[in-house]
């Protein structure tokens, strides 16, 4: 018999194991191949209902969990706060209590306050998955990344990964902290001391890009929450790029060939260099896209199977 995910839900890459996390990245690689199909119709989730629950805006997270729920045959309905009751005060649980009533087979949530979707977890019949709840974890972001990684460079295990920008706020960090060292890689934090964590876990942390970076085989840009700088860093976007915008020329001193990242959506100028972002070889961004489709049809068929 072959290997059974032990999980209900997918709220956070804390509760997977190493080998849950494998499992589900073996179980996206077809995938990959299939979504390079002209023509891609598979029918596993066929008679599926696919809830996305989005309290937040969203342009990759939502329409990768729309297109994979949909290639894989499920009926799928996207339910916006923009036009929704919570707009008349009704709260998170109520609003779970209420779409749990219409049966759905699968719930997908992204929330601003994190634990959100392990609230609504609690309380509703079907399986639920985490697509970014506030600070806290964006686990298929983390699986998509780790696909990505693992595609390009052959595998995960020993590599060198910074992570650098915003990271005190990013649950992209949040998640990648917790698959990374559970592979094997080893994690470097790069940023200003005011958006490093206070918990680094058993990350080094670096307030300075070009050493953070250094010998490193991936380097994983984050956003900058220009909502957060004033509050948090002092000068402007411009002083930041100077500081902590990676380059090409900056990415020299990373180890030969690394691979950048980037989750999206990001500022060009800002905490990356535009032409660096579209390089051809360099940059990994747009596949980290193609990998979020593929792994969603995983997290949603492994889930929802009987
Ligand atoms: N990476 C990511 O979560 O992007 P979206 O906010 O567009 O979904």
New binding site residues.
């Given amino acids: 018999m072959g290997y059974v995910f032990p999980h209900r839900h997918l709220l956070g890459i804390e509760q997977l194991s190493r080998e849950d996390i494998l499992f589900l990245l073996d179980e996206a690689e077809p995938w990959v191949e299939f979504n390079r199909r002209a023509r891609k119709q598979d029918e596993r989730l066929r008679g599926l209902t696919q809830f996305n629950v989005f309290f937040e805006?969203?342009?990759?997270?939502?329409f990768s969990f729309e297109v994979a729920g949909k290639r894989l045959g499920a009926e799928v309905a996207n339910f916006h706060t923009v036009g929704s009751s919570v707009q008349k005060g009704e709260t998170l649980i109520d609003t779970a209590y209420t779409l749990d009533a219409m049966r759905p087979g699968v719930m997908v949530i992204r929330h601003s306050e994190t634990g959100a979707p392990h609230q609504v977890a609690e309380v509703v019949g079907c399986p639920v998955i985490n697509a970014?709840d506030g600070t806290g974890e964006?686990p298929t972001?983390a699986l998509l990344d780790a696909l990505t990684m693992r595609r390009r460079l052959g595998r995960i295990e020993g590599l060198k990964v910074a992570i650098c920008g915003d990271i005190r706020h990013s649950r992209?960090a949040g998640s990648n902290l917790k698959l990374l060292p559970k592979l094997g890689a080893e994690v470097r934090l790069v940023g200003p001391a005011a958006l490093l964590p206070d918990d680094p876990c058993e990350a080094a942390a670096y307030e300075e890009l070009d050493e953070g970076i250094a010998g490193c085989d991936v380097v994983m840009m984050l956003r900058i929450q220009r909502e957060r700088m004033e509050e948090s860093v002092s000068g402007s976007l411009a002083d930041f790029h100077a500081l902590y915008g990676l380059t090409l020329e900056r990415l020299d001193r990373a180890a030969p060939g690394a691979l950048v990242m980037h989750?999206?959506?990001m500022n060009r100028g800002v905490e990356i260099e535009g032409a660096l972002a579209d390089h051809p070889t360099r940059s990994a961004i747009r596949e980290q896209v193609e990998m979020g489709v593929a792994v969603r049809m995983a997290v949603l068929d492994v889930l929802t199977r009987e």
């Fill in positions: 805006n969203s342009t990759r997270t939502l970014g964006h972001q992209v989750p999206g959506p």
